[in-house]
């Protein structure tokens, strides 16, 4: 018998048993895809941790996820304070247990200009958009090294890939990223731990959508991307749960793009 003509018209996606009760921590995820992130995670029966300087933000997703497995822990964390970092990973390991899959999602792509920066807006970039991510994976990882197992996800952007102008510290540091991937793919995928970077295109968030979102940038778009639709923040979360599951347990080192083929 022929299937029905429609039967594959609605999206199918996959669920990880692997993720069911697995400790996971986003960071900046209140909002945008940090927020996808959390709810997807949390739909997938993860135990899931997300830390944001937005805490009303923050604190109105945990509450509308609290009808899920498990309820999402919600820590307001400014993550360029490194020492509120650390404390805030230590919490999460307390309330939670070892953190078995990190999410280095927080940045920030303030445009600015080469002539605006100044070295103090310089290391205020590094620090949103680069520092952190190192010290997250640091103060996770003799957890992980115990295990001999974890998942680390560092977001990265195609923005630098396509030459994207006016954000040199962001795009830099963006691309330092594939840096610290590879890196501590090596350094760590001895002890199980495996390293990707996962790239977003332009991902329709609220806030691209109200302070950057342009015809021009929809006519970019529509001559860039392979696929003619807006890429969307669950776009992205659907292919962290890979990255974190089982499923992915020998992909490491990798720079994972999802961008409707435009890079």
């Known amino acids: 018998m022929s299937s029905p003509a429609n039967a594959h018209t609605q999206p199918q996606y996959a669920r990880f048993p692997s993720l069911v009760d697995r400790v996971v921590l986003v960071t900046g995820g209140a909002t945008g895809i940090g927020a996808s992130f959390v709810e997807h995670f949390a739909a997938q029966g993860a135990r899931t941790a997300f830390f944001d300087v937005d805490a009303s933000a923050g604190q109105a997703l945990a509450d509308q996820l609290g009808d899920s497995r498990h309820k999402p822990l919600f820590a307001n964390v400014d993550l360029t304070d490194i020492a509120a970092l650390r404390a805030g990973i230590a919490d999460v390991k307390a309330a939670l ?12 792509d303030k445009r600015h200009t080469l002539a605006e920066v100044t070295p103090e807006s310089y290391d205020a ?13 640091q103060a996770v990882a003799e957890d992980m090294k115990a295990a001999r197992a974890g998942s680390i996800i560092n977001l990265g952007s195609i923005s630098w890939l396509l030459k994207q102008w006016e954000m040199p510290v962001y795009t830099m540091s963006k691309a330092a990223v594939q840096g610290l991937t590879r890196g ?24 691209q959508r109200r302070l950057w979102l342009t015809d021009a940038g929809r006519e970019d778009i529509k001559r860039g991307q392979c696929i003619d639709a807006e890429l969307l923040p669950e776009d ?3 292919m962290a749960l890979f990255l974190a599951a089982d499923d992915s347990r020998m992909i490491t080192s990798q720079e994972i793009i999802v961008d409707g083929g435009w890079a």
Not at 97 to 108: D, F, H, K, R, S
Not at 195 to 201: A, D, I, K, Q
């Open 184 to 207: 501590l793919a090596k350094d760590l995928g001895r002890f199980g731990i495996r390293v990707n970077s996962l790239l977003p295109g332009w991902v329709m968030t609220e806030k």
């Open 236 to 238: 992205l979360a659907r």
């Open 97 to 108: 247990g070892p953190i078995e899959v990190l999410v280095n999602n927080a940045a920030n």
């Open 125 to 137: 970039g590094v620090a949103v958009n680069l520092r952190h991510q190192l010290f997250a994976i």
